[in-house]
């Protein structure tokens, strides 16, 4: 990546990175109702989520997802993928109130792509068993993504802040410079959902369900279109971008890809992830 070009990307992009990072210190959490913040997680300058599979057991490692964009700079590149890699990273667990009641240690990043969807997912030195002994309650995912109109909330670990708006549905393509993702979630930044640096990776939950329907990964900012914001492309290949709309990015294709021994597994069949070239 080219000297001039990594420096736009850093400045930019992570708008829900960067500002998190640069601001450094974490701001007391506010009087929240209970449950608002449960399973969700504090990353350096990012938020992320604790999820457990359906088949999961007590005694498996635990395992939390954010951006794939949080997990390295420079950033992966358009179709990089990286797979099992060993990565320790100090996570801290928040409890309901968004008090941090566990810091724990990530150990394997299992997974991590900005390509189709901009995901990591990392493995726990910890059990479910060991977070449940903590007061840690993990998010489960749902098997689909949000329809037009559904109502959901983005609770960020890092800040112990809350956003809540009403989805206005997906972007058949959403292109960031050579990044592309697919079905990209559209949370309306003036109907609630103004997120801003350090809610990279926050969990997208149904106010529904309880259940985690994507992930917070970027949102408009001004600039070259394409360049400095993300544009979203229809079918029909027609480009527009968006004032004031921010964007997740999809999460149930994760459990495509759970096989039956309970282990994250691209080999799965069906799993819809991206898969490392070559």
């Known amino acids: 990546m080219a000297v001039s070009r990594l420096r736009r990307t850093l400045s930019r992009l ?25 399973g969700t997680a504090r990353l350096p300058g990012c938020s992320g989520a604790v999820v457990r599979w359906p088949s999961a057991l007590d005694d498996d490692r635990a395992v939390v997802i ?11 590149g358009a179709r990089e993928t990286l797979v099992d890699q060993e990565q320790w990273r100090r996570i ?8 941090v009641t566990m810091t724990v240690r990530g150990v394997r990043l299992l997974y991590a792509s900005m390509y189709r969807t901009d995901l990591a997912v990392l493995q726990l030195r910890e059990t479910y068993a060991d977070l449940a002994a903590g007061g840690v309650t993990p998010l489960s995912l749902a098997t689909s993504g949000p329809s037009r ?3 959901v909330r983005i609770p960020s670990g890092y800040w112990r802040e809350q956003r809540a708006c009403t989805t206005t549905g997906t972007a058949y393509r959403l ?38 329907v994507g992930i917070a990964n970027t949102g ?19 480009v527009r971008m ?4 921010n964007y997740g990015q999809q999460t149930s294709w994760l459990l495509t890809c759970v096989g039956a021994d309970r282990s994250f597994d691209l080999g799965t069949p069906g799993c819809r992830l991206a898969k490392p070239r070559g």
């Open 242 to 245: 968006v004032r004031h709309m």
């Open 92 to 99: 801290e667990l928040l409890d309901g109130r968004g008090d």
């Open 66 to 76: 954010t951006n794939g964009h949080c997990v390295r700079r420079p950033f992966l």
């Open 175 to 212: 292109h960031e410079q050579d990044w592309d993702w697919w079905r990209s979630i559209r949370l309306p930044a003036r109907d609630g959902c103004a997120i801003r640096g350090g809610y990279s990776g926050s969990p997208i939950v149904s106010r529904d369900t309880g259940l985690v």
């Open 14 to 38: 992570l708008l829900l990175v960067l500002a998190g990072a640069v601001l450094g210190a974490v701001p007391p959490a506010a009087a929240v109702e209970t449950g608002r913040f449960e």
């Open 220 to 238: 408009y900012v001004g600039g070259r279109r394409c360049i400095d914001s993300a544009c979203e492309e229809n079918r029909r290949g027609d």
């Open 149 to 151: 109109g559904d109502e």
